[in-house]
């Protein structure tokens, strides 16, 4: 599996939304700014809480096999002490002579892309405000009538609850707001973003080919996990409305260290 894509991704443009027709503006004597969407690429994506692979091997050991092999691995972990999450950095580029301020972005996470017969795309979109104590995430926010524009219909085979976390601008919660990229400059986001862990279990457990006979060997497997990402994000402009950009895909794969 390829290391995960940098830099610059695909951009996606909406000419129906410029068209004076299309943002009801014939006739109003207002004039349309000379803007672009913001040019948005995934820097990096990291793992950010992820269980041991002996730990892993203990808890499937625990699940399906005896007490006599299971004291090779150590205690046995509980489901809810095994969590999932990683944080992604997107930058943000904007070439405008106007502020953008980011309103909505989607994301499209799968586990083990391209198994045969594997549904288990999940999705979150996330909705930024200027309290986030008090910041409602609206479901149809992520949807738009533009052709063209990855929304969550597109997403259709998407496992509900298995994308779970929120966004957490520069990792605080006190940042989870409206996040303006200013005129001609650029700015980065880290998202952080949690998975289901009975689902990812399950995931793994699936296609981790051998895992559960090495286990059964009292041998700790290698648990690879390869992702792929991709999404769009929305920012809002004064006399425009809303404006969308895709990002990605971007592709690599976690190794659970031992």
Avoid at 58 to 69: A, K
Avoid at 197 to 214: A, C, E, H, N
Wanted: proline residues 7%.
């Amino acid at each position: 599996m390829k290391q995960t894509t940098l830099g610059i991704l695909s951009l996606l443009l909406l000419a129906p939304l410029f068209s004076c027709a299309a943002l009801g503006l014939s006739g109003t004597g207002s004039t349309v700014p000379n803007v672009r969407p913001p040019n948005v690429s995934i820097a990096a994506v990291r793992m950010a809480e992820m269980p041991t692979a002996r730990d892993l091997a203990s808890y499937y050991c625990g699940q399906y096999l005896g007490p006599l092999i299971c004291r090779a691995f150590g205690p046995v972990p509980k489901t809810s002490d095994i969590h999932f999450a990683f944080d992604v950095d997107l930058k943000l580029a904007n070439s405008s002579k106007v502020p953008m301020p980011l309103v909505q972005t989607l994301f499209a996470f799968t586990a083990f892309p391209g198994a045969q017969d594997a549904q288990n795309l999940g999705t979150v979109c996330l909705s930024f405000c200027e309290d986030p104590n008090n910041c409602r995430q609206d479901a149809n926010a992520c949807r738009s009538d533009e052709p063209e524009i990855r929304d969550i219909r597109d997403f259709a085979n998407a496992t509900a609850g298995f994308l779970i976390s929120t966004a957490l601008g520069e990792r605080k919660l006190s940042d989870l707001r409206v996040r303006t990229v200013p005129p001609n400059e650029e700015m980065k986001m880290v998202v952080h973003l949690g998975l289901d862990p009975l689902q990812m279990i399950g995931l793994i457990r699936q296609f981790s080919k051998g895992g559960i006979d090495q286990i059964k060997r009292g041998q700790i497997p290698e648990f690879t996990i390869p992702y792929e990402i991709e999404g769009t994000a929305w920012v809002s402009v004064e006399s425009l409305g809303r404006l969308a950009t895709g990002f990605g895909p971007a592709a690599g794969q976690w190794q659970l260290q031992r």
